[in-house]
């Protein structure tokens, strides 16, 4: 890891890039999901039209914990590898987020060792992890079978980025920190649009999924939660 580049060296392309551009992305994404989420408050809620068989609250609280209990879930209980996997993942992103916003306010602090080394790894993680889902998606008949463009591109660029990441991280080189903040901003613009805004959705999804199953009675599973 080489030494950390002089901050003021930046060019003004780049400091605007990682400040004024980021910020201002940044600030379309939260406009453009405040709109998404007011257009879903504002559609009618579903309606039950039988009687009640069991608990509404226990099964909408099983609905959200069963992210956090792979055992409950088909296509994972057989291969904790995959949710390790899409965890780690995820985690990798929340870091590559924090990072972005987190670096042009603690540069020295996030030069060191200490911050920077582990950064490297979990950003490498992420690119392995995102290159290994990229090819599955590319080789498996039955994945490309679901797969859309948009899977594709989201997936390779969030790949790129965890590459970028990794030769950013110990800012010492001015092209990866500017093509690092550059990917950053590009994808606060997009993922409205992309099939990354599945995060939006999924407190709402998961309400509904727990009310519906919850008042068939097949939510929450026997013994699952108490």
């Known amino acids: 890891m080489g030494n950390p580049i002089e901050w003021s060296s930046l060019s003004s392309t780049t400091k605007m890039l990682m400040n004024q551009l980021h910020y201002g992305a940044l600030g379309f994404m939260v406009l453009a999901y405040t709109v998404k989420i007011w257009q879903l ?3 009618p809620a579903a309606a039950e039209g039988t009687p009640p068989r069991g608990d509404h609250r226990e099964a909408i609280r099983y609905a959200y914990m069963t992210l956090a209990m792979p055992w ?6 057989n ?3 995959r949710y390790l996997e899409f965890a780690l993942f995820h985690v990798a992103m929340a870091v590559g987020i924090g990072w972005a916003f987190m ?3 603690l540069t020295t602090s996030m030069a060191t060792p200490a911050l920077a080394y582990p950064v490297m790894g979990i950003f490498g993680a992420g690119f392995l992890i995102g290159l290994s889902r990229l090819l599955r998606r590319m080789l498996r008949a039955d994945m490309r ?3 859309s463009p948009d899977d594709y591109f989201c997936l390779a660029l969030l790949t790129a980025w965890m590459g970028t990441g990794v030769l950013a991280a110990p800012l010492s080189n001015a092209t990866f920190i500017t093509a690092y903040f550059g990917l950053a901003t590009f994808f606060l613009v997009y993922v409205p649009f992309s099939k990354i805004s599945h995060y939006v959705y999924y407190p709402f999804i998961r309400f509904y999924v727990g009310k519906h ?3 068939r009675g097949v939510f ?3 013994g699952t939660i108490s």
């Open 213 to 215: 199953f919850g008042h």
């Open 220 to 222: 929450p599973k026997k």
């Open 79 to 81: 291969n904790m590898f």
């Open 72 to 77: 409950e879930i088909e296509s994972q209980k």
């Open 145 to 147: 079978t679901i797969s």
């Open 103 to 105: 670096t042009p306010i």
């Open 41 to 43: 408050l504002k559609k």
